[in-house]
């Protein structure tokens, strides 16, 4: 498990239905970000500080990156043709870091909000989102996932979480159990979340985040947008990191082009000493899903 992994939250705009121009700015803020990793230490920063803005291990994109959160099927990618998968390997290998995101895809006739994490060997993982929101008609678009994987990147394990996933927790609940050392024998170190999260509904946002990350006991990752969609709805971002206390981690910030990019660090040895201390996983309720 690697001791610090490095994470950058890439919180900005989304051009409306325009998947060329969003992977072009993406383009530009990963060259921006990631082609310093060789450079020198900044003068007046701290190794830390150099550390978490210049060797970023995973990046996150927003829900739906390359269009907004748009019902618009006619913008789906076949998953076996998909050019946006393809893009994300070349920028993966390109820069050596993992990078994960959502957007529309089709597969065997079916359209699905599909979550990718690409891995610089090009190898990736999926995960399609289960709780569809209604009242914007999701569910009537697409169809949910079934299935919650777990996926493991550099010894840590990440459960990743779509948009209004956020509201249900039992689906995301942590089946955690650690070993002597703290060191998870079962369930997940981190809990995912991209979104197209309105501001109308931050109080939500900023109340789940540190609640999921407490009944957990895990960090809890949250990347939103901003601005403003086709539809004249308005993001507020408020993209965070929390800790399993729920306390919200630093970050490093820079911007660029309208983007923020939020960049943190989390210790494994800060995790494991929280879950051998306070062990509050053993007294887990059981239940099964159905």
């Known amino acids: 498990m690697k001791p ?28 921006s ?38 019902m618009n099927i006619d913008l789906a990618e076949n998953f076996k043709q998909s050019s946006t998968l393809n893009w994300l390997k070349e920028q993966t290998k390109k820069y050596d870091i993992a990078i994960t995101g959502s957007i529309i895809i089709e597969e065997n006739n079916k359209f699905y ?74 369930g997940y170190d981190i809990l995912l979340y991209v979104a197209n999260f309105p501001a109308a509904r931050k109080l939500a ?13 895990c960090y809890c990752v949250g990347l939103n947008r901003i601005g403003k969609d086709g539809k004249e709805i308005e993001y507020n971002g408020d993209s965070a990191i929390y800790t399993p206390k729920g306390e919200k981690l630093n970050s490093i910030t820079k911007e660029f082009e309208n983007t923020q990019i939020l960049s943190y660090s989390v210790s494994a040895m800060d995790l494991q000493d929280y879950r051998k201390k306070f062990a509050v996983y053993l007294d887990n309720d059981t239940f099964e899903l159905k």
Not at 51 to 60: G, W
Not at 205 to 217: C, F, K, V
Request: aromatic letters at 14%.
């Open 4 to 31: 610090l992994l490095y994470i950058s939250l890439l919180q900005g705009n989304l051009f409306w239905e325009n998947p060329i121009q969003n992977k072009k700015h993406f383009e530009k803020i990963f060259s």
């Open 33 to 70: 970000l990631l082609t310093n990793n060789q450079s020198q230490k900044l003068p007046n920063s701290n190794i830390e500080d150099f550390d978490r803005t210049n060797n970023t291990d995973i990046v996150v994109l927003p829900e739906m990156f390359t269009t907004g959160f748009t």
């Open 113 to 186: 909000n599909r979550l990718f994490f690409v891995e610089p060997n090009g190898d990736f993982q999926t995960y399609d989102k289960k709780h569809l929101f209604r009242m914007a008609g999701e569910h009537k678009v697409f169809s949910a996932g079934k299935q919650l994987p777990i996926f493991e990147y550099k010894g840590w394990k990440i459960c990743p979480q779509i948009c209004y996933d956020l509201r249900f927790p039992v689906f995301s609940r942590n089946d955690l159990m650690v070993d002597e050392n703290g060191i998870a024998t079962s």
């Open 205 to 217: 946002w900023n109340s789940l985040l540190p609640a999921r990350a407490i009944e957990n006991s």
